[in-house]
């Protein structure tokens, strides 16, 4: 039977970096995949990181099963550092909580818990929005539909359309919202847009779905927490998918986690044995050494403060990138005002590149980009952003 198989088509994102890996070309750049790189490009191990396994090591007692729904431990810094220690969803206990494979697998387990216990909800994703979403509801057995975010003729949020749509949702569906350092813009709601964001969706009766993958990337740690505490008011339902692999470095160590927020603390037990259901029919239970990293670190105020630094450290270079990448354009007369990559934040930028564009960046100078035109800034070093700069030049001559 399985001679009558077919191929599956590459992934969008990570079929190019098959690709690259494949290419030949000794200067070959990759701007596709969502990894940070350092000056050098390297995907550095942050310090902390390093120092909290050596910890680890001595101290490991045992590799037996987590619990369903993971480390308590870990489920306590992870609410904290996303909602505020003294949040009153946080204080109230009112979030059930999911250590989860990556964030990836925090939006799986938050597609299945809701066609399990909301079925008749449709879940609206910005246009665009990261390839893997549609992707992962599908097969969770999650309708979908789409709301408008991008601007295409000013590089800028589609806010007013954004609320209108907002407006017409049906109440009980839910709604995907980047928490920060949208994938694929790079445009993110300031916190006034954040609040009138917020009290559209309450006054809808929608559920907020937030996908908070880049925390400490556009702004800072908790400023980039802005979104979700908008939505985080007393008594509101709200879930929020985190993942740990961009700031913490742990892409291979899949370090994610769920948080439901419940109306009430008395709710909290019903939910947390849904989702513990819908996590035993799939992985059972989560793997354990990346989360126990950030564990570490978070309770430690000297690897903490280490780490914000090492965040810091990040999010500063990507914005260098950045302004640097819009004079490199200049510079080498590529035509339009890209001034707009500048004022993006995280690690993607809609670069407005066509598709025809990219094809050709790829084939003429082995230069890796998505096909919608989504670049990431952090794939850009000292050593070639002039060459990416001068191949665009190129190509739109």
Known sequence: MFETIEAAPRDAILGLTAAFREDKRPEKINLSVGVYQDESGKTPILDCV???????????????????????????????????????????????????????????????????????????????????????????????????????????????????????????????LHGCCHNPTGIDPTVAQWNQIADAVHARGLIPLLDFAYQGFAEGIDQDAAGLRALARPGAELMVCSSFSKNFGLYRERVGALCVVCPKSDTVVAVQSQLNRVIRANYSNPPAHGAAIVNCVLRDGALRSGWEDEVAMMRNRINGMREQFVDQLAEHGVPGDYSFIAQQRGMFSFSGLTKEQVDALREDHAIYAVGSGRINVAGLTPANIGRVAKAISEISS
């Not at 994703?125 to 003729?153: C, K, M, R």
């Open 50 to 176: 390093r120092a909290a396994e050596q910890r680890l090591a001595d101290e490991a007692a045992s590799k037996s099963y987590l619990p369903i729904s993971g480390n308590g431990e870990y489920g306590e810094v992870v609410r904290q550092l996303a909602f505020g220690a003294e949040h009153e969803a946080v204080q109230s206990g009112r979030i059930a909580f999911a250590q989860t494979p990556g964030g990836t697998g925090a939006l799986r387990v938050a597609g299945e818990f809701l066609r399990t216990n909301v079925p008749q909800a449709t879940l609206w994703l910005s246009e665009p929005t990261w390839p893997n979403h549609p992707n992962i509801f599908q097969a969770a057995g999650v309708s979908l539909q789409t709301y408008p975010y991008f601007d295409q003729a000013s590089n800028s949020l589609a806010f007013e359309e954004m609320l209108a749509a907002i407006a017409k949702i049906p109440a009980g569906d839910a709604i995907l």
